[in-house]
């Protein structure tokens, strides 16, 4: 079955690429970058001996380092895979290895952080260009990546002020080789609109699971066995990987606290509405949330599938 | 393929069964009466004229009635499948024409109010029982309901006191052999449970996107661009119907308002975590939402692959 992602380039895009963290986007990338053929070596470092062993046994790769800092030697462009917290220190290793005219990306879910974190570290000659590919299941670690993880979903770059124009392009026809629809945007904007469409909706999605784990007059049983009542989308993105979204909350934490506090209001209108029998109010709302959910299925972001087409064959 | 319904029963559970009101539960219903053998004749009603014609057209029912009244007539069977506010006026309206010894049941997402609606009404000699297949998808409407929808999933019976344990038993075998698990509940914790497992759900899911829509500082096109961060999966249950889910809301107000107040407390504390930066009250409450979901995974009420198997054959 073809799998969506086209032919291979004739040319690598990149010499070495080096991927350092090998989780679920970093082992996706290592996928994607050999199916694709977007770069001539692809070497992954992990500073976890058991993902190290774990990567060699997938051969995910043509080389395995023990540190980003040998992994990336000679690499002319170097994603960080890591979790948000860890940015920091990796580019204080690896920035007197860095080649010259190398160009240094990341996939973190947050950008104004991330940056803060990583350039002061790196050298002059180096091209940073911070991206974040809006892809992922709730699966984690190594054994959980595959190729088409990108395919028809965003990556967001955001190139600051002066970037050379070749590097972004460059970096952008990796992305679209990938299967991506790539978008540049400032990292400030980036953070803002990742808190609405994917942390705040992480947060209320763990605490929900968490109210409902705690509760003494329902039995854990018993929300499990109901969960199909609508309960059981939130567990989804409630078992995505927790250091990686701890560090996601601690450094958005102005704009989710933002737009949580909007949440917040709303839910306290909607609450008085249930509380005063405004039944025209909530039929209103009911009603124009809709039109999103055919905007993303329109857009190619959702299956149109009933129940996300967990009952394949079975209609 | 085979369906997992298995075979046909070899004898009927019931002469004549009538649905009333013909959305997705009703229509499902349907398909699985007729697809198990559930009852010699399936009587459809339904005060559209639209969803009649649709109903005739998809001949998934033996007769078409034009009102509850005629439907109920002669059936030994009788399953209110409307909005949850609509259910007092259908029950005055059938009374005097149900059969004496006919089994009165419904599919309300709510029991406690829908008994205090509908019990006054019925005459001596039929046996009401409650009922409530937790099941669905954001479909609504005749054209959306098939046979297998109430497969694996549990179907919550609420029999009054004294109810005639044979009638129980009969309306039992009719949901086990559509598939269904069954469990019987108090209406009270019925209410209780479906308030954490589904309503509340609902209500933060209408909630998030509401506010998503209304912001100016992120366009609707970003939001849509942007949703495989995690936003997409609640614009599915904020895709249901509204006429139903504001019945919902207005008739388990209590049992709502409880769940929404425990959800808010947790809510507020897991903000504070964020801007005291808390990261290890954040990281133990990511980790131990994820043992829910195993249980769900395990207990067959969710599919295991990732991102709800959307991407089925890519990996």
Redesign the interface.
């Known amino acids: 079955?073809p799998?969506?992602l086209g032919a291979p380039l004739s040319e690598p895009l990149f010499e070495r690429a080096a991927l350092i963290g090998i989780g679920l986007i970093g082992s996706s990338l290592a996928h994607a970058c050999r199916r694709k053929g977007l770069a001539r070596a692809i070497v992954a470092a992990d500073a976890s001996p058991a993902v190290r062993e774990t990567v060699r046994k997938l051969a995910i790769a043509d080389e395995v380092a023990e540190t980003a800092a040998a992994g990336v030697e000679g690499a002319d462009l170097v994603i960080l895979c890591a979790p948000v917290g860890a940015m920091g220190a990796i580019a204080e290793e690896i920035a007197p290895h860095l080649k010259p005219g190398a160009i240094v990306s990341d996939v973190g879910?947050v950008k104004a952080s991330i940056i803060g974190a990583v350039a002061p570290h790196l050298p002059l000659g180096v091209h940073f260009i911070p991206g974040h590919p809006?892809?992922?299941?709730?699966?984690s670690g190594p054994t959980?990546g595959?190729a088409?993880l990108f395919?028809n979903?965003?990556t967001?770059l955001t190139p600051p002020e002066g970037t050379d124009p070749k590097a972004l392009a460059r970096l952008s026809a990796f992305w679209t080789a990938a299967g991506a629809?790539v978008?540049v945007m400032a990292p400030a904007?980036h953070d803002?609109?990742?808190a609405?469409?994917?942390?705040?909706?992480?947060?209320?999605?763990?605490?929900?699971?968490?109210?409902?784990?705690?509760?003494e007059?329902?039995t854990?049983s018993?929300?499990?066995?109901?969960?199909?009542?609508?309960?059981?989308?939130?567990?989804?993105?409630?078992?995505?990987d927790?250091?990686m979204?701890?560090?996601v909350?601690?450094n958005n934490?102005e704009a989710?606290?933002e737009?949580?506090g909007?949440?917040?209001e709303?839910?306290t209108a909607?609450?008085r509405m249930?509380?005063r029998?405004d039944?025209q109010g909530?039929?209103d709302?009911?009603?124009?949330?809709?039109?999103?959910?055919?905007?993303?299925i329109e857009?190619g972001?959702?299956?149109a599938a009933?129940?996300?087409?967990?009952?394949?064959?079975?209609?």
């Open positions: 079955m799998d969506g879910s809006v892809a992922g299941t709730e699966q959980a595959f088409t395919l979903r965003w967001i629809n978008e904007h803002l609109v990742l609405i469409t994917s942390h705040v909706p992480h947060l209320i999605a763990y605490n929900i699971v968490g109210t409902a784990a705690d509760l007059e329902v854990r018993e929300v499990i066995k109901f969960s199909a009542g609508g309960f059981r989308d939130f567990t989804r993105i409630a078992a995505s927790p250091t979204w701890r560090d909350f601690l934490k989710v606290l737009m949580l909007r949440f917040n709303d839910l909607l609450q249930i509380r029998d039944g909530l039929f709302l009911f009603t124009r949330t809709r039109a999103i959910r055919r905007g993303i857009q972001q959702e299956t009933p129940d996300f087409g967990r009952r394949t064959g079975e209609n």
